[in-house]
């Protein structure tokens, strides 16, 4: 089960600890307003995110240990683990609802979101199925309708929530997992308009969606309403100009942007740290994200390879989508900024997720490819 140790890439690593540190800064900066009014303490946000970063570098050791071999086997028990719990956010007692979406299972005082375990399991899954016969991805019978039949069984589970930024973040995922394997282009242009009418048709069919959609064109059309974590988020980027106001010196964090320390801490950044700290964070998720394919790339065998791809793409898509949100160049949907948002269980299986890449790289590493 354990992998012999091996040198890791130290530029990966030392991006994933800068991303850490940033978000660890900032989660008390963002959130020392909201703890003090809320909890009477304003560390206690930022001692919860110490615990979650502590267990998270745990969990990175022990991912980084793992022989990938073993994990191949695992795919599918960890799978079906993943989807059990998807079923159990919607039974009645277990299932956790905040803000009108289900997507938490309550136990005691900790909350676990399955969709962040499910993410894990489908790029685990869709590597040891595509890295079994690489061949069979040119036969949309034999590679594409398996992918998609899996993949449309868990999108579906996760809209049962409803959660439309992770079904997106998945699908991606799977698609350029599919285009390295080497799916056929034709093959995967034709997924690729049917991923955007499926997606069209799932705003349409919510109007709480389509009003997003509006407040994303205008924003100023409903300031108090749809549109103002946009606006808000706007109006914390804007004062921060090259340099930003300073570590703690954001006027946001007093109540006006909701989320300020989970889903918009980047807006905190470019406020606090301004341009320039923004554009550190974008270029260390852009190092990762190159880091993270030059493992794929020198990976031993398909399996990690492409392990290494899906886990890439997921970390790497979900920070685009996140940041994108906050500078309103995209609707505004819930998911967290990978390593930097306050921690829980997305925090944790990114850590994961970093460590099984960390794993990777150091297999490509040990044959003196970096």
């Known amino acids: 089960m354990l992998a012999e140790y091996r040198k890791v890439d130290p530029v990966l690593l030392g991006v994933i600890i800068a991303l850490l540190l940033i978000g660890i800064v900032m989660t008390y900066s963002s959130s020392a307003i909201k703890g003090y009014l809320y909890y009477e303490d304003p560390y206690h946000y930022f001692k919860a995110e110490l615990i979650w970063v502590a267990l998270g570098l745990i969990a990175m050791t022990v991912a980084l240990m793992v022989d990938c ?25 277990i299932g956790k609802t905040v803000n009108g979406a289900t997507r938490w299972i309550g ?13 894990l399991a ?30 449309g069984l868990i999108c579906g589970l996760i809209m049962l929530q409803p959660d439309l930024g992770t079904t997106l973040v998945i699908a991606a995922t799977v698609f350029f997992m599919l285009l390295a394997i080497g799916a056929k282009l034709w093959h ?38 749809k549109g103002y974590q946009t606006i808000q988020s706007l109006l914390a980027l804007g004062p921060g100009g090259l340099f930003g106001l300073g570590i703690g010196q954001s006027r ?31 270029l260390l998720f852009a190092l990762f994200i190159l880091r993270g394919f030059r493992a794929a790339l020198y990976a031993p065998d398909s399996f990690t390879g492409l392990l290494a791809v899906g886990l890439t793409s997921l970390i790497g898509i979900q920070a685009m989508i996140n940041m994108g949100v906050v500078s309103g160049v995209l609707p505004v949907t819930g998911i967290t900024l990978p390593f930097i948002s306050y921690g829980g269980t997305s925090l944790l299986f990114t850590m994961i997720s970093a460590g099984l890449l960390l794993n990777i790289s150091a297999a490509g590493n040990s044959r003196g490819v970096f």
């Open 69 to 93: 071999r073993w994990l191949y086997q695992q795919a599918k028990p960890i799978l079906y683990i993943a989807i059990v719990l998807l079923i159990m956010v919607k039974i009645p007692g």
């Open 107 to 119: 136990m005691g005082p900790l909350q676990i979101q399955p969709s962040e375990v499910i993410k």
């Open 122 to 151: 489908m790029v685990l899954v869709m590597a040891r199925f595509l890295s079994a016969d690489p061949y069979r991805i040119r036969s949309f019978r034999r590679g594409i309708i398996p992918s998609l039949v899996l993949l």
């Open 188 to 225: 995967m242009a034709g997924l690729g308009c049917a991923g955007i009418g499926l997606l069209v048709a799932a705003i349409i069919a919510e109007p709480y969606r389509m009003r997003r959609i509006f407040a994303f064109l205008d924003p100023w059309a409903d300031p108090s309403g």
């Open 252 to 282: 946001q964090k007093f109540l006006y942007l909701p989320e300020n320390h989970t889903d918009f801490i980047f807006a905190m950044i470019g406020e606090e740290l301004g341009f320039v700290g923004a554009t550190l964070v974008v």
